[in-house]
Structure formats: C-alpha cells, structure tokens
C-alpha cells in the first residue's frame, strides 16, 4: 500500500523476460498441443453456453448465449495475448450470472430504468467495478493473495462446483416443465411429450457426463491399441459432445418439432445480438441516483472478482505443477479491470479468471509435458540398445535428454529417480549373472 505500481511494474518486468519462451513453449510440442486445447475449449464453451441460456430466462432475452460466448472470446483473447498468467482460463462465471440476474430483477421494476435501460445501468456498475479494481491493483492489494491458504483456494473451488451441479440438476428438472414464455398448449408441451423430453434430457447429460469420464482414462484400458488408446483419451471428450449432439438429432420422424428441446440462440445479424453494441449511448439516460447507486453492486462485483480471479490463478500454478516462470496477480487484476470495462462499455456480462478450468488447463498442459519428456527418453533408451551401451551409458544418455529438454540445471529428485532407475538394473544383471552361473 506504500508504494503505488510496485506490483504492477515488477509483475509487467517478470513476464516480459519469458514473454517470447511463453509462445516457444506453445509451439514446441507441434500438433500435441491440439489435444489439451480442444479439452479446455469444450471444458469451457459448455458451461458458458449453459449460463448463457440461464442468463436468457433471468432477464427475459436482453442478453443470451451470443453475449456470453462473445465475452468469453473477446476477453480470452486479450488475456491470452497480454495477461500476466497465460495458464488461467477466463470466462462468464456463474457468480457473474447471478449478480446479472439480481441486477436485471431490480432495474426491471423501476419505472426510471425498467428492461430498456438495465444493460445501461449495468454498464455504470462495471464502470465502478473497473475503478475499483484499478485501485486494488495500483495500491498492491494482491499482497494479500499470499496469505490465502490452499484450504481457502480449494474451498472456492468446491462452492462453485456446487453452483455447477445445481444448475445442471435445475436445468434437468426444467425439462418436464414447460417454459414460462411459451404456450402450454402446443403439441410438444403435452404430457406424453413433455416427458419424453425430460427423459431424453436425462439420458443425454449422463450419458455425455458418464463416456466423456471414461474416454479420460483410455490410456489405462486393458484393450485397444496403444495409439488408439491415447488419441481417445487426448481427444475423447470433444469426441463424446459430437456423438451425443448427434444422437440427440437421431428421434423418431413421429416426435413432434421440439424434442428433445433445443437451446434457442439468435443469429450475429439479429436485432437481439446487435442492440448491446451501442449500450453506451444509452447510458446517459440512467438517471444520476441510479449512477451513483451502482457503487453498491460494484463494491459487491469487485470484490467477487478479486478474490475469484486470485483464486483462479494462485490454483493454476500450485506446487505441485513445478512451475518455472513468476506470477503477475497485480497486473492481471489490472487487466481485469480493463476487461471488465471494455464488457461494461459493450453491454456484454464481464468475464473472470474461472475454476476449475484454470488448474484442468494448467493440468492438461503438464500431462503433455511428462508424454513428451517420457518419448524422448525412450527413444534414447532404444537407440542406446541398438548402439549396445551399457546401463550406465543409457543412464548418462537418459540424464543428458532430460536437461537438453529442460534447459535448466537438473533437480536433484530427477538425478535421484535416475540414479535408482540405474541402480536397480544393475541389481537386476546381477542377479541374472549369479543365476545363469548356477545354472
């Protein structure tokens, strides 16, 4: 707090020596890197698109699944090309979704905003939400994010896997109901249907839920080729999505129009996806009070994200993962903020550091890495037998790929592995010696 920028400037310093090894890294394991971009790109596509058609009911359409995928990419591309910490994933959030919602049910009722001006108004509360975030930023509030446990981090994570799971159980539930701005007395909507709806709801979600689990862990299966097993378990779950997507088209010509129920999405060039664009022209009209007011869910929203974009990162780079490069919790909440602004200004809903995408990304990213490290070792291990070295020679050889890859000074717990790795085989020969003399 005594020296304003001092977070920002040494953050913005720390990635601007690995900023270039950042994209060098990306592009050094060629086509593999494929696998844990699809993984993440559908990890994160279908909640959004979920909270998108959430967002749709609670304001009555003012904003959809255009919006919210639409600020999902603009501020993951942002992020991605000039955020601090390249491994957290942003996207809209369900905490975003319920604060929309909240909004929307009180400007909905007052005669001075009502529907037409809530994305205005909304606008004016990512305005303070933005500020507020730069002041964190600049006074170093993220000192604090070193006190955050990993109790506390991992206990975050757990409320918003409940807000997932709650959804997702509403969401099943609502397909044996019919939908509050439609007419029951339509064909689809009747009984027999309606419940046929509702069931093939449920088959569908577990069914994709149940396959997409299961194709993680091929590599673990007892049968199949080990190529096949590891293109499914690399590419199982955007494999699975595609299937059942498919078999949800596969009905009876005898199904009404309508079932199973289909997410209902305006084309780019409507008027429905066009209309936010000029948000900010409407803001002017918000009456002064309700400018002023918007201070209270700002505070609310800043706070919120603070701590859930802190959250996100400090998980995507916990120990275990052996990260190399520094953090930039200072600059990235800075960044937020200008996301959030640049949202507000375009009547998007804003998006935020997400869980548990962030650790599945960084993950995915260090599974890649021990396949990788784990093929060049056996290819050298196999051009050391044909060449007939010695255990201690592929010893050295193992050991000489590992930094050649690394580029580091070697741990010492990978010296010790591979000097029990050679330990071991030696044993191993000699016991074979003794044995064979007996013989």
Known sequence: MTYPFRGIVGDVRGRVSCYKQDWIDGIKPGIRILAPTMYIFFASALPVIAFGAQLSRDTDGRLSTVETLASTAICGIIHSIVGGQPLMIVGVAEPTIIMYTYLYEFAKDRQDLGPQLFLAWAGWVCIWTALLLFLMAIFNACDIISRFT?????????????????????????????????????VKYQFQWLYTNGLLAVIFSFGLLYTALRSRNARSWLYGAGWLRSFIADYGVPMMVVVWTALSFWVPNKAPSGVPRRLYSPLLWDYESLYHWTVIKDMGEVPLVYIMAAFVPGVMIAALYFFDHSVASQLAQQKEFNLKKPSAYHYDIFLLGFMTLVCGLIGLPPANGVLPQSPMHTKSLAVLEQQFIKKKMMESVNESIEQEASVSEIYKQMQKVFMDIEKSPITDVIIKELKDLEDSNNECRRRARNNKGKV
């Open 150 to 186: 990993r109790i506390a981090g991992e206990t975050f994570g757990m409320l918003i896997s409940i807000l997932f799971i709650q959804e997702a159980i509403k969401g099943l539930v609502s397909e044996f109901y019919v939908p509050k701005s439609e007419d029951p007395n339509l």
